[in-house]
């Protein structure tokens, strides 16, 4: 076939042909402006920087193909069917259609996203990695007000938090969360799925406020797609460890606002149900309860208790431990979720009221912890003997037992990074807790260690050491542990304070018996004193190697810039502003600690 | 007419009835007012309530007969009203105006004038006021020029009308209302047409209709009911073990960039060294907003104590707007150790010998040394220096053999290259000196003696041939003066010892100058240079000659007397030039620190460009027979490479930074002022402009 004809001075090949910017996208399209951008976010496409920019420099390009793709998209004819069918529900409303109204909102035209979502991720893993934008947009929104008349609906804000919930109980049963950070934004969390690291934010559980400065039709875009892609995600993580989604909850729970424990439990009962389905779970105040409950609920919710009746184990608390006790059966788990496993194993925590128990009740059970809390629903009550930690966040605690530590909040979160059991007395109620470290920091590349990560660093070594019980000791006490930890560190510090001192005394003595060598052959004190200055000049000839060295390092690196070429001489200068920078910063942090300690002195 | 009668006496009845439902309000009505009302309305208000107390109980008295008559008096009087006052005035609708001046105001129906009343004084009236209790609702009729005082009634109906109500308490304005017509049992049509016939045959067009939606019902387009809700979600991935099938679509994906994770900094319980201080976050306020840090640390005592981040939407937002309207590329991101560019260099080891140690130190200048020269033997040193004093010195110890006093600054100095004539070429001022150094045995002592002396015919026709040179016997010394009109900055000396050139950076078609010994005679072979020249050195080998100007060096071929070649080094200004002793090799100094290597072979651009020093290049050398050549530079260093020249063409010259000399100190803002290396060992010689010349070696 001949080519075909191009007309003069029209340059349809190259980056002319290969990219078109917004404007002549959306007109190609035949679509408006928020349209357009609804199919770009769905699909997943942006723009992207072509060479050269024959349009203009401040213009947005997309490439060719992209917009076929978004020509070719169904979804672009289904916007268009809804639009019109607005229409004409509209025009039914004008002409006092009643019924084809109300015919036309019965049957609105609809679309699903699945298809999209396995067109963006064509596998899981895939999925996997762009999960951290979806995870923060869908806990921003569940802490999100749920009050009618705002531009968000209350059913999609329910829907967020029903999901963040089911999301974080599959990480809190399969023990797969591994960093979490309080930061003043919210609290991160670091979860690792099928190797893949996800991290994410929620913000903290107070009253978010809704700013004027943001276009919601844009977010709520995004949250419409990654509410269907953590729904389909959760399916699959659900269905991996034979749960049945979408799981059916305890609906006393879900009114106490408890969903994230009732889903746990009902993730963890899972296993159990099909192993004995048949088996009837009947102790007699389990009965008595389920009889309250079907005389509070409504005729509807009958059925769904009757399901549950099957569904829920015994309501006792130590069923959940036992379950996750069952599932340790299975030893197809790595190391790392071995040990956060078992990090909080045996302990029993209990929450006070003000404590942000949604991100507790999380994080200690995914590291193997029992958890209550003060409230109805609650697993065990605050009067029970086996609690070991009681997490506090008030300035004083009234009535104290004596069989349990009294810590703050932050403490599960230290001990959950350093993934020891730290020693909490600097913890407990009414102190100023230590610095609050991030474990996404790489110290030692960022060239700056916190004093508080060198102590986790030493506690951590002196906890791998002392893993295997000490002959002698017979323990399994954590508390005497902790102590022997503790007094572990205080005999290191100690030895070395001895061991300086001795040095000195040591140079003290020495000095001594020279001067007294001296006086016994009779040196005058001038003459001792002119020795001493030629000592001191070989020293200073000591000194100056270490600068001769300093000085024969630069050179070195003199003449290694010498025979470079220029692009990587630019290239290695470049490089050393940006680590000349960050010394500087790091010297800054050095600088405030000193004058801090300087100040704390005085 | 009874049927009247009766209906209006109906109406009369409801009315009343109305009047009776109202008036128990009205005390509560009062009550409202007298919170906000004056002392002296009080009066009149319980006058006003004790009235309607009366009326209440008149109306109860009079409820069942005489109630009738009552109102037909009393909408009677409301009739007779207007008729019963006749204004006094008679001018008729004509503004008051035109009667101003005039006594009257109209005439009576007998023809006589109507007068005014006397107008009363201001105080007169004011008095009577305060006098009479009923002043206040005396109202004063302009029009009828007369006093009215308002009765009880009307004032309650300014009242009510001040109020916004009606002005009758009895006037319900929003009574319901009443549809007087009964409308059931009247079988009279509002039309008395005939039914049309078309309301008794069926509709065809809502037939068809009622067809056509039958037949969308059957076909299936109308739906009535909801469309069934599928679960919404299911296992999208199956299992990812057809990889060929889960294969993306469409152009390669780009992943977002991750947010970034948060540091120390961002923790709510930072450690101390992280909170910046108020000096310091005010001085942010200083910064570039783009510079500014974004987030400032907070510590916070306790958790209970975090607020909430008030701009977690925000970010949020922000966030997404990156993801959908960036345009996305790979970039590569360089991220390798800094010090893994740098080059492989050959080991120093194996390049060895260079000079490497600063082995002796000739002290006696009291000025800069500006330069050096070592004899071809490589014994003696001569220096000059700008206190005026030229030295000789034994290489190996150190020993001041020779002093001569120019008595002007010496510029540069030169050895002749001949072993055997041992003659010192010195530039000071305007003069070039050869000096007899008195070594050598005693032949060549006569031989030198013989060459070093001028006869003063000769000076006279060497001032009449060159005119730019006179060649003159030394008075104080045992040599030559030769006397330039300009400064002579240098002087080389050609390899066969007979030849030298000088140079005169300000001497124009002059500038450089070649002498020969033997003839005393001076020649002025190159005329044009276009910029001001900076030195001139001999091809080593072959008849050629070096000219290197600011801007760049020439090449002239003396034997054809014509410029063979340009090197253009492309260098700000330069300052030195040394030609390796292949010859085909050149390197070149400059003002700006940088060194040119040059392959004559190759091109007139170089083949290397070097940048060894922060500072000016004051002097390059090259070694006579080992591959090192050296710079020095008012950094107070000097630099040595290795420089080695294959004789195959094909390879490149490798050149090989090798040791940086320290040791001079600066003074006056310069640094090493001149080097040179030995001939025949792997020695460099440096001069200073602290007057100390040092001896580095291997």
């Known amino acids: ?602 | 007419m009874p049927a009247a009668m009766a209906k209006s006496l109906a109406a009369s009845k409801k009315k009343a009835d109305r009047v009776e439902q109202e008036e128990p309000e009205e005390p509560s009505e009062n009550g409202f007012v007298r919170e906000y009302g004056d002392q002296e309305e009080e009066s009149e208000r319980s006058d006003a309530v004790g009235s309607s107390e009366d009326e209440r109980s008149s109306g109860e008295g009079e409820k069942d007969g005489k109630d009738d008559g009552k109102i037909h008096q009393s909408s009677e009087e409301s009739d007779s009203s207007e008729d019963e006052v006749a204004p006094r005035n008679t001018i008729g609708e004509v503004p008051l105006e035109w009667y101003k001046d005039e006594e009257h105001i109209g005439y009576d129906i007998t023809g006589k004038k109507i007068r005014k009343h006397a107008r009363k004084d201001k105080i007169d009236s004011f008095l009577a006021g305060v006098d009479d209790s009923k002043n206040w609702r005396k109202i004063y009729d302009e029009y009828n020029d007369e006093e009215v005082e308002l009765t009880r009634e009307e004032i309650r109906i300014i009242r009510r009308l001040l109020k916004g109500r009606t002005p009758h308490a009895e006037v319900d304005p929003y009574a319901p209302y009443v549809d007087w017509f009964d409308w059931e049992d009247k079988g009279h049509p509002l039309s008395n047409a005939p039914e049309p016939k078309r309301r008794f045959i069926p509709s065809k067009w809502e037939q068809k209709k009622v067809v056509q939606y039958v037949r969308a019902i059957r076909k299936g387009l109308i739906k009535f009911d909801k469309p069934k809700e599928e679960p919404p979600f299911y296992l999208l991935w199956g299992d990812d073990s057809s990889v060929a099938e889960n294969k993306r679509h469409g152009l390669s994906y780009i992943p977002a960039p991750k947010p970034k994770l948060a540091g120390h900094e961002e923790s709510y319980n930072p450690s101390i060294e992280y909170i910046p201080t108020q000096e310091e976050i005010n001085s942010y306020q200083l910064m570039f907003e783009e510079d500014r840090p974004k987030f400032i640390p907070r510590r916070y005592e306790s958790l209970r104590s975090v607020p909430a981040y008030e701009n977690a939407l925000k970010e949020g937002f922000d966030r997404c707007l990156d993801l959908y309207l960036c345009p996305r590329t790979r970039k590569k991101r360089i991220n390798i150790d800094p010090e893994s560019l740098r080059p492989k260099l050959p080991s120093k080891k194996d390049l060895k010998p260079y000079p490497l140690t600063c082995y002796l130190e000739y002290r006696g200048h009291s000025g800069p040394v500006n330069s050096i020269s070592i004899e071809v033997s490589g014994q003696w040193i001569a220096s000059g220096s700008t206190d005026g004093m030229v030295r000789i010195w034994e290489v190996e110890t150190g020993r001041c053999l020779r002093v001569w006093d120019i008595g002007e600054a010496v510029q540069h100095i030169a050895w002749n290259p001949l072993p055997e004539l041992p003659i010192l070429a010195v530039s000071a001022g305007h003069e070039v000196h050869l000096l007899n150094t008195g070594l050598g045995d005693a032949e060549e002592k006569m031989h030198i003696k013989e060459l070093l002396h001028v006869e003063e015919v000769l000076t006279d026709d060497a001032g009449n041939s060159a005119s730019a040179v006179s060649w003159v016997q030394h008075e104080k010394h045992d040599g030559i003066t030769l006397k330039h009109l300009k400064t002579v900055s240098t002087v080389e000396w050609h390899r066969k010892g007979d030849y030298f050139t000088t140079v005169m950076p300000s001497g124009d078609s002059r500038a450089v100058l070649i002498h020969q010994l033997s003839k005393k005679h001076t020649a002025n072979p190159i005329k044009k240079l276009r910029a001001p020249a900076v030195s001139a050195v001999f091809h080593p080998t072959r008849p050629f000659f070096f000219i290197s100007t600011k801007k760049n060096v020439r090449v002239y071929d003396l034997s054809k007397n014509k410029l063979i070649k340009k090197l253009e080094p492309g260098l700000r200004e330069v300052s030195s030039i040394a030609i390796h002793p292949g010859g085909d090799n050149v390197i070149v100094g400059s003002k700006e620190g940088k060194m040119c290597w040059f392959d004559m072979d190759l091109s007139s651009q170089p083949y290397k460009r070097l940048p060894a020093h922060p500072k000016d290049i004051t002097n390059v050398a090259f070694h006579r027979s080992y591959p090192l050549f050296a710079s020095c530079s008012d950094d107070c260093t000097a630099y040595v490479f290795h420089g080695m020249v294959y004789s195959d063409l094909n390879q490149n010259p490798l050149i090989v930074p090798l040791e940086i000399l320290h040791g001079h100190t600066s003074s006056n803002g310069r640094g090493v002022l001149d080097c040179k290396f030995h001939p025949r060992q792997p020695w460099l010689f440096t001069a200073g402009a602290d007057s100390v010349i040092k001896l580095y070696c291997h």
């Open chain 1, 1 to 602: 076939m001949p080519k075909h004809y191009r007309p003069p001075g029209k340059k349809k090949e190259g980056n002319a042909a290969k990219y078109i910017t917004r404007t002549k996208a959306v007109h190609h399209l035949q679509v408006s402006l928020p349209t357009f951008r609804k199919l770009c976010i769905l699909k997943g496409i942006f723009p992207r920087e072509p060479k050269k920019k024959v349009e203009g420099n401040h213009k947005t390009y997309y490439h060719m193909k992209d917009i076929a793709f978004l020509a070719h998209e169904p979804l672009l004819e289904k916007f268009r069917d809804i639009r019109a069918h607005k229409r004409k529900v509209k025009k039914a409303l004008a002409r006092k259609n009643r019924d084809l109204a109300d015919r036309l909102l019965n049957r609105q035209p609809t679309y699903k996203l699945d298809r999209l979502i396995l067109e963006r991720y064509p596998t899981f893993v895939d999925a996997l990695r762009d999960l951290d934008d979806c995870l923060t947009m869908v806990h921003l929104f569940a802490a999100l007000p749920a009050v009618g008349g705002e531009r968000i609906q209350v059913p999609q804000i329910h829907n967020c938090r029903r999901l963040s919930h089911e999301w974080q109980a599959y990480i809190s049963r399969t023990h797969s969360l591994r960093k979490t950070f309080i930061s003043v934004k919210g609290i991160y969390y670091q979860a690792e799925v099928e190797g893949q690291k996800i991290t994410w934010l929620t913000p903290h559980a107070l009253q978010q406020v809704l700013t004027e400065d943001v276009d919601f039709n844009v977010m709520l875009t995004f949250l419409e797609f990654y509410e269907a892609l953590l729904g389909f995600v959760n399916f699959k993580l659900y269905h991996s460890i034979n749960v049945k989604y979408p799981p059916l909850l305890d609906p006393r729970l879900e009114a106490l606002a408890a969903e994230l424990y009732a889903l746990c439990r009902y993730v963890s009962a899972a296993p159990e149900r099909q192993l004995g389905d048949s088996r009837a779970i009947s102790s007699p105040e389990n009965e008595q309860s389920e009889d309250k409950k079907v005389d509070a609920q409504t005729d509807e919710s009958d059925l769904r208790l009757a399901q549950l009746q099957h569904q829920l184990p015994a309501n006792e608390p130590g069923t959940l431990m036992h379950l996750v006790e069952d599932a340790t059966a299975a030893d197809d788990e790595d190391n790392e979720t071995k040990d956060c496993k078992n990090l909080f194993k045996n302990l029993k925590f209990f929450l006070s009221r003000e404590v942000p128990r949604e991100s507790l009740l999380f994080i200690i059970p995914a590291f193997g912890g029992m958890v209550s809390w003060e409230g109805d629903g609650s697993p065990f009550k605050e009067s029970d003997e086996d609690i070991t930690h009681q997490i506090v966040d008030r300035p004083t605690q009234g009535h104290m037992f004596l069989s349990r530590e009294y810590v703050q909040p932050q403490w599960v979160f230290d001990c959950v990074n350093a993934r020891i059991i730290l020693p909490t007395e600097a913890y407990l109620v009414g102190r100023v807790p230590p610095p609050h470290l991030s474990p996404f920091v790489d110290n030692e590349e960022e060239g700056y260690v916190p004093e508080y990560a060198e102590t986790i660093k030493r506690l951590q070594a002196a906890a791998s050491k002392h893993v295997l019980p000490m002959p002698g000791l017979e323990s399994g006490d954590l508390d005497d542990a902790q102590n022997l930890l503790a007094e572990g560190i205080i005999d290191r510090a100690e030895a070395s304070e001895a061991a300086e001192k001795k040095q000195k005394l040591a140079i003290l003595e020495k000095q001594y018996h020279d001067e007294l060598n001296m006086e016994l052959q009779g040196i005058t004190y001038s003459a001792s004193l002119s020795n001493k200055n030629l000592q001191s000049s070989v020293e200073d000839v000591q000194e100056d190697a270490p600068a001769d060295s300093e000085q024969m390092e630069k050179d070195a690196r003199d003449l290694s810039m010498v025979s470079m070429t220029r692009k990587k001489r630019r290239l290695y200068e470049a490089m050393q502003i940006s680590r000349e920078r960050k010394k500087a910063n790091v010297n800054i942090l050095e600088e405030r600690k000193k004058k801090a300690h300087a100040s704390k002195k005085e």
